[in-house]
């Protein structure tokens, strides 16, 4: 008598339920105890140094391509200013280890987004929102944050994320093996769905316990290094009070920042414990011309529209401005001023340009700012004789040397410029805004060869490799096209160099490419 076949439809769901359950007896297999131990603070656990930088370096070279990235000199100064003394306080305190220190990038990219918010990236990336550097009252608040990223990096707390995630897999392949076995079973699909189900929200409760732990660490890592930068304690008391403030209006959207790092109560009091330590420290921080000015210059580069701008140049003959305190009638001027040149306004640029250098003449750095506007306007205006009158060839100040770059490039009188700039990429290889415009000064002074070098060497900057490589490669090109021009044979040889490093480098990361994320 023949035998009853089992229903055609039960096949595949006992193949899927053996493939689940090979895969998970390979995940569920035992590891040795050492692997075990989640990894302790400041421990990467299984990703290396070097790992987390490749997989940094991924994304980031993303961000570089994003329409939103902003190289803005006089922006960059500012906040690498702090970015730097937060460095060199964490490694004073040991939180910042040698080898971190050699093997990450320690690079802060600008973005135009208003969103109020910043983010650590892996490698030692970190992302600042222009929106962040516009609502923060003071440096010291934007130490704060700053202070925060920093700690998430020095704590390898990605790498240590990215360890548990791959422990919790476990826990989910378990569920789906359950869940099959119990839908076999009982013929109800919903019984597997639930358990498949309750195995996810056990891991995702499981991540967000380790992120808090996280938060809390970064928040006392992180205070403990802008006190020790030198920024007061009482900038982190002002930024918790913001961001107090915007978790009690529910956060409209607006602060991407309270829904990364969530303000419970047990993290708002233990910083609040940590500010009552200090006699006398109280939340409210003075407004300063400088950084009123910079939170300025932030909203506007942060493109708000045409109507914004228009709003902000009348405010500054408002009656309101009137009333305000001497810096934040600089920042309102500084903010009209520059809102008035991105509408190409250059009369009412100049004239609140004059104002605001007569606000500020007491204030040399607010000044400094100010004289660095008005040079920006002339040059907007295509003015680049009166630019450069506005500023001091002499200066070795990136924001300086940039427009003094830019007035020369356009009265075709490069000369001056080149050495400067020429000094500035050897110490600053990866700079990748000064490249540009020595490339712009090459072509200037009509010197092609070393113009293509250095529009290479600014795509190696941003990580291109590919585009690096057709740059040397068009260079190379160039020096051995017949009856060309004389060939600096040193010049030369750098550029033979470089085309080879550069080519192992596009290969190394076409193959990096290839994996998966």
């Not at 040399?364 to 630019?387: D, I, K, N, V």
């Amino acid at each position: 008598m023949p035998t009853s076949r089992p229903p055609a439809t039960k096949a595949p769901i006992l193949r899927t339920l053996c493939a689940t359950a090979l895969i998970a007896l390979q995940v569920l297999s035992p590891v040795p105890a050492s692997a075990q131990l989640l990894p302790g603070m400041g421990d990467g656990g299984e990703m290396t140094a070097s790992a987390e930088r490749q997989l940094g370096d991924r994304i980031v070279r993303e961000l570089y391509r994003d329409t939103d990235y902003i190289d803005d000199p006089v922006m960059v100064e500012y906040v690498d200013d702090i970015w730097q003394k937060l460095k060199a306080a964490a490694r004073v305190r040991g939180d910042l280890t040698p080898e971190l220190d050699e093997r990450f990038a320690w690079t802060v990219l600008l973005g135009r987004d208003r969103n109020i918010n910043a983010f650590a990236l892996p490698g030692g990336y970190l992302g600042v929102n222009l929106g962040l550097i516009g609502v923060v009252g003071s440096r010291d608040e934007l130490a704060t944050v700053l202070g925060h990223e920093l700690s998430h990096v020095t704590q390898r707390h990605i790498a240590r994320m990215l360890t548990k995630q791959s422990r919790d897999m476990p826990l989910l392949i378990a569920a789906m093996v359950l869940g099959a076995l119990a839908a076999a079973k009982s013929k109800n699909g919903d019984v597997g769905q639930a358990m498949v189900m309750g195995g996810q929200a056990l891991a995702v409760q499981n991540q967000l316990n380790f992120s808090r732990d996280m938060e809390r660490e970064a928040d006392r890592v992180g205070f403990g290094v802008m006190t020790q930068a030198g920024f007061s304690p009482q900038g982190a008391a002002a930024m918790f009070e913001k961001l107090q403030y915007a978790a009690r209006l529910n956060d409209n959207g607006s602060y991407p920042y309270l829904r990364s790092h969530p303000l419970n109560s047990e993290r708002i009091a233990d910083m609040q414990g940590r500010f009552q330590l200090r006699p006398g420290v109280q939340p409210v921080m003075p407004l300063v011309m400088d950084h009123a000015m910079v939170s300025a210059r932030a909203r506007v580069l942060s493109r708000p529209g045409v109507d914004v701008l228009r709003l902000w140049v009348e405010a500054a003959g408002s009656g309101e401005f009137a009333k305000a305190a001497p810096a934040q009638q600089a920042g309102m001027l500084y903010a009209a001023a520059f809102a008035a040149t991105e509408l190409r306004d250059f009369t009412v640029a100049r004239a609140l340009a004059s104002r605001l250098r007569e606000r500020t003449a007491s204030d040399a750095p607010a000044a400094r700012l100010a004289r660095l506007l008005a040079a920006e306007t002339e040059l907007a205006a295509g003015q680049p004789g009166r630019a450069a009158a506005l500023l001091d060839v002499r200066a070795r100040e990136r924001p300086e040397m940039m427009l003094s770059a830019q007035a020369a490039a356009s009265l075709r009188a490069p000369a001056p410029m080149v050495a400067p700039l020429r000094d500035w990429v050897a110490t600053h290889p990866r700079d990748a805004g000064v490249w540009r415009m020595l490339a712009q000064l090459y072509n200037a002074q009509n010197e092609p060869l070393r113009a293509i070098r250095a529009e290479a060497e600014a795509n190696v900057a941003i990580l291109d490799y590919a585009g690096a490589r057709d740059r040397f490669k068009a260079a190379q090109d160039l020096m051995r096209r017949p009856g060309g021009a004389p060939v600096d044979h040193y010049e030369a040889s750098i550029i033979d160099t470089r085309a080879r490093e550069v080519e192992q480098l596009a290969r190394e990361q076409f193959a990096e490419d290839k994996k998966p994320m």
